[in-house]
């Protein structure tokens, strides 16, 4: 059959190269890391073989680097959340997306109920820049 005679020359080359079929799709993380060299029946890699670990192990060294990251990101976000809670008051910078969203519309709709247009299409003014200076040069900082 021709299925077996692909598995014959497969496991000759094997024999004769000393070489084994390494499967692509495997997991990197268990693919064996090459053996150190001056080892009795130390298995002799080709360049690209030794790439391809080398890589494999690049990859699971990154990716255990990044889900530890992800896990103290998420630690120091559930700690903040709760002295959060503890501290009462919140800061506008502090407050997740959502949270500052509710505060704008609490805040235009009070100014809607109080009778206020939140969003007026003229400013009518009664006063100009250097009077205003004028009016209110001897006033210290924080004073009103």
């Given at each position: 059959?021709?299925?077996d005679?692909?598995?014959?020359v497969?496991s000759?080359s094997?024999?004769?190269t000393g070489?084994?079929?390494?499967?692509?799709?495997?997991?990197?993380?268990q693919?064996?890391p090459?053996?150190?060299?001056?080892?009795p029946g130390e298995e002799?890699?080709s360049?690209?073989?030794l790439?391809?670990?080398q890589k494999?192990e690049?990859l699971?060294?990154?990716?255990?680097e990044?889900e530890?990251?992800?896990?103290e990101?998420e630690?120091?976000?559930a700690a903040?959340?709760a002295?959060?809670k503890?501290?009462?008051?919140?800061a506008?910078?502090?407050?997740?997306?959502?949270q500052?969203h509710?505060?704008?519309?609490?805040?235009?709709?009070?100014?809607?109920r109080a009778?206020?247009?939140?969003?007026?299409?003229k400013f009518?003014?009664?006063?100009?820049?250097?009077d205003?200076?004028?009016?209110?040069?001897?006033?210290?900082d924080?004073?009103?």
């Open positions: 059959r021709i299925g005679v692909g598995g014959i497969e000759a094997a024999r004769l070489h084994t079929r390494v499967d692509h799709m495997s997991d990197p993380a693919v064996a090459p053996p150190a060299e001056g080892e002799k890699l360049k690209n073989e790439k391809k670990r494999a690049r699971a060294r990154e990716k255990a990044k530890k990251a992800r896990l990101r630690a120091a976000q903040a959340k002295a959060k503890a501290g009462g008051a919140e506008d910078d502090e407050l997740d997306p959502s500052y509710q505060n704008r519309l609490n805040l235009v709709n009070k100014a809607k009778g206020e247009n939140p969003y007026p299409h009518f003014t009664d006063i100009r820049i250097p205003y200076v004028e009016k209110y040069r001897g006033i210290e924080g004073a009103l």
